[in-house]
């Protein structure tokens, strides 16, 4: 059974450029999370999808925005990358009022 | 802002010593979940227990337990003869709407042989 699956596991990019990380959740889960964790901090909700639509949001500029598809997986797209962007991108998926499962995260560098 | 606070930046032990990592919350919820994770160096988050606010045993699983006390507003985790495979940043959260977690700032436990 396989768990939460994040890809691409590294990825480096310059400011200005855009990402998209993508997810893949658990099987049996149809709501998926995104977080953002800094270097050295707590993780931090970015948002939330379920029956592909955003559900809640937490507080991060219209840059950062994404998508579910039908089989649920789900995608983060990140604009115009600032400096401040560089961090570990973390998705979690869930079924209902259970716990959060993690992927192993992308890890976003800036230059 | 209905915080996690985890006032243990590090902790540095020695193989079978007992450790225990500190959580307080901040909530206006009469209903409310508190959870705690590892992550380990690979970075994936692993769940190790949620607890509802209206069970307030404590709880026990093999080296780990919990202490819930409403009282004080904390969620303290005890990991009993530690080991060096128990190293990790340790993560103590409480549930917000829609299933949103809400993160303390870590802990980092580094056990030494």
């Known amino acids: 059974d396989a768990g939460v699956t994040q890809s691409p596991t590294h990825l480096i990019k310059t400011r200005g450029q855009q990402v998209t990380l993508r997810c893949s959740p658990k099987?049996?889960?149809?709501?998926v999370s995104w977080y953002q964790q800094a270097l050295g901090q707590g993780p931090q909700f970015i948002f939330q999808y379920y029956e592909e639509e955003e559900r809640q949001r937490g507080n991060f500029p219209d840059r950062f925005s994404g998508h579910q598809f039908p089989n649920y997986s789900s995608e983060l797209n990140v604009n115009a990358l600032l400096l401040g962007d560089s961090a570990l991108y973390l998705c979690a998926s869930s079924l209902g009022s259970q716990p959060q499962h993690f992927g192993d995260g992308t890890r976003l560098s800036i230059l | 802002a209905q915080k996690v606070t985890q006032a243990q930046t590090e902790i540095s032990v020695v193989e079978k010593e007992d450790v225990t990592l500190d959580c307080v919350y901040e909530?206006?919820?009469?209903?409310?979940?508190l959870f705690w994770y590892k992550q380990p160096p690979s970075g994936e988050l692993v769940f190790l227990i949620r607890?509802?606010?209206?069970?307030?045993q404590n709880e026990i699983s093999g080296r780990y337990s919990w202490n819930f006390q409403k009282s004080t507003s904390s969620f303290n985790f005890t990991i009993t003869a530690s080991q060096v495979v128990d190293s990790a940043v340790y993560f103590c959260?409480?549930?917000?709407?829609?299933?949103?977690?809400?993160f303390g700032a870590g802990t980092r436990l580094a056990v030494h042989p």
């Open positions: 959260a409480r549930l917000g709407g829609y299933n949103k977690l809400i």
């Open positions: 909530t206006r919820d009469t209903t409310y979940y």
């Open positions: 607890r509802n606010s209206f069970d307030e």
């Open positions: 099987s049996g889960h149809d709501t």
